[in-house]
């Protein structure tokens, strides 16, 4: 069997996997998104994370969902206590900011694309005044050719008549990747003039071949119905699906900011392949954002827009990296 054919078959069962999984819950109501993250969408150049696209279906899970079975056996939750479920299929490009280079560039990120789906487990109560927002992730996907990224890069700048990506030959090589995630948000919520606000840190970590890092942050929302919603949109490498809304409860709006620091102890995008040679750069241990944006609800719809500064993520990088993130939801 060709390396071609291998890579159908599996970007075909990654496929299958999720599409079998929303099936399943087809008879639930639901939220749909389609989160696009983008450097066009800022100031940043074509390089770095260059773009990224994410389908999410939230719902909450039936009395007699394998999700609830799950969370029973997962030390320190129990299937009674889920708020919602996520699946999530996406695709995200990375690149070196010159593009049109075509021989290897030693001092820049390497080029990798990566195709994955997954899905998270929330869980939200009330203790000592605060709101306590839990969230376990697992994703399984493939880093390198596989992954698609090349050919839709490729198809999409010829499309709007862009530079011609010609570096791709030396991207990562195929990987398999699968990654376990948590985080915790300790929220308060506050009447301020008129309006709602809501602040409060999280923290958490990820493990796995394609991150391995620990994260503390903080995060505020201030606006009118946020009651109505819930959380943050986030952008990679932090997990997404925690962000939400009520359905059918007319106008809402909020703006955000918030701040994140990681320990990077391994990053599969910057530092290479796993068990063969490959190009890789020096990664940086401590890396941060910052980000804000602002929400718009109406009824069944929410539009949402994040703007988004990262710190250097390798040693040869000089500067910080931008991209934004818009993310249109629906109710289903």
């Known amino acids: ?16 996997l999720l599409l079998g999984s929303l099936v399943t819950s087809a008879s639930a109501e639901g939220l749909l998104s389609l989160k696009v993250e983008n450097d066009a969408f800022s100031a940043g150049g074509d390089g770095q994370y260059t773009s990224g696209v994410e389908v999410i279906w939230a719902f909450e899970p039936p009395d007699r969902h394998w999700t609830r079975r799950l969370a029973d056996v997962i030390p320190g939750w129990s299937g009674s206590s889920l708020a919602g479920v996520t699946y999530r299929l996406g695709q995200q490009i990375y690149t070196p900011e010159d593009i049109e280079v075509e021989t290897l560039i030693e001092d820049d990120r390497p080029y990798a694309g990566l195709l994955f789906g997954g899905f998270s487990l ?4 009330e203790h000592g005044g605060l709101r306590l927002a839990d969230s376990l992730h697992v994703d ?10 090349e050919v839709v890069q490729r198809n999409f700048h010829e499309l709007i008549a862009a530079d011609k990506p010609r570096g791709w030959d030396n991207q990562l090589d195929n990987e398999p990747v699968i990654n376990f995630g948590y985080e915790r948000a300790w929220l308060m919520q506050q009447n301020f003039s008129g309006l709602a606000i ?4 999280s ?3 990820a493990l796995g071949n394609l991150y391995t890092y620990a994260s503390g942050g903080l995060g505020f929302r201030l606006g009118e119905g946020l009651d ?5 949109p986030s952008v990679a490498p932090a997990q997404g699906g925690q962000s939400s809304f009520r359905r059918d409860q007319g106008f809402s709006w909020y703006v955000f ?23 890789s750069v020096d990664s940086r241990e401590w890396v941060g954002d910052a980000q804000v944006g602002a929400a718009l609800t109406w009824d069944r719809w929410q539009i949402a827009y994040t703007y988004l500064w990262r710190s250097e993520e390798f040693e040869e990088k000089d500067g910080v990296d931008q991209f934004g993130s818009i993310v249109l939801s629906t109710w289903l």
Do not use: Q, T
């Open 1 to 16: 069997m060709n390396s071609r054919h291998c890579r159908k078959r599996y970007r075909n069962w990654c496929s299958g």
């Open 122 to 125: 929330l869980r939200e109560r």
């Open 140 to 149: 399984v996907g493939i880093v390198g050719p596989a992954s698609g990224a």
């Open 198 to 201: 809501e602040y409060g840190p």
């Open 203 to 205: 923290a958490g970590f």
């Open 228 to 232: 109505r919603s819930f959380g943050i």
């Open 257 to 279: 900011a918030a701040v994140e620091g990681r320990y990077m102890a391994h990053n599969l995008l910057l530092d290479g392949n796993s068990f063969e040679g490959s190009h």
